[in-house]
């Protein structure tokens, strides 16, 4: 796991550094993927750069001709492994710096920061949704509801367990030492939920 982690690191750094308005998306993807290679994981997942109302999971197709905006907010969700052992990580950039939309950036943020406080075992997984839920309602936005966490194991990206992003008690398994989750909090100022 700290290998694989290791690698998103770097990748989200030099992702952080490549996002510059007019860089194609499969530029960006390609460069960020190649960084994950380099430090000796491999992925777990294509490369998901998401933008503005695109909440999750859009991998740019082989003949994608878009390209960073000059304004907006753009998700990037990367997935490597170590010997099948997964990280799942994300960053969102807001292009321009504009301050409508850090909001939503550091609702996202504070909710992660909140569940991971509790992160540990004995907390049941509709704790952390509730801790993010609090997070992201306290900055005027709404949790995305059909979006969340969820358990990883070796050579399984989505093993099971769900971690809301809002108190959901049917989500109450207990952690248990040795478990492994991607936390995924999602802001938006929508319904709630994505189609």
Do not use: W
């Not at 530029?27 to 290679?37: P, R």
């Not at 740019?60 to 907010?73: A, N, Q, R």
């Not at 997964?86 to 960053?91: Q, V």
């Not at 969340?148 to 109450?172: M, R, T, V, W």
């Amino acid at each position: 796991y700290i290998k694989a982690g290791k690698a998103l690191v770097a990748a989200k750094k030099l992702a952080r550094k490549l996002v510059k308005p007019g860089i194609p998306f499969l530029e960006l993807g390609n460069k960020c993927e190649d960084e994950i290679f380099r430090q000796g994981a491999k992925l777990s997942f294509p490369i998901n750069l998401s933008l503005d109302k695109i909440a999750a999971h859009y991998s740019p197709p082989i003949d994608d001709s878009t390209v960073v905006p000059e304004k907006g907010l753009l998700k990037i969700d990367m997935g490597s492994h170590y010997n099948g052992y997964i990280a799942d990580s994300a960053i969102t950039i807001n292009i321009d710096g504009d301050p409508t939309l850090e909001n939503y950036v550091e609702a996202a943020r504070a909710g992660l920061e909140a569940a991971i406080r509790i992160f540990k075992p004995g907390t049941k997984l509709y704790e952390l949704g509730e801790a993010i839920a609090n997070e992201i309602i306290s900055r005027g936005l709404r949790p995305i509801t059909n979006l969340g966490g969820h358990q990883l194991e070796q050579y399984n990206l989505h093993a099971g367990n769900f971690i809301p992003n809002f108190k959901d008690k049917s989500h109450n398994y207990t952690l248990k030492p040795g478990d492994a989750y991607a936390c995924e909090p999602f802001a938006t100022s929508g319904v709630g939920r994505v189609v």
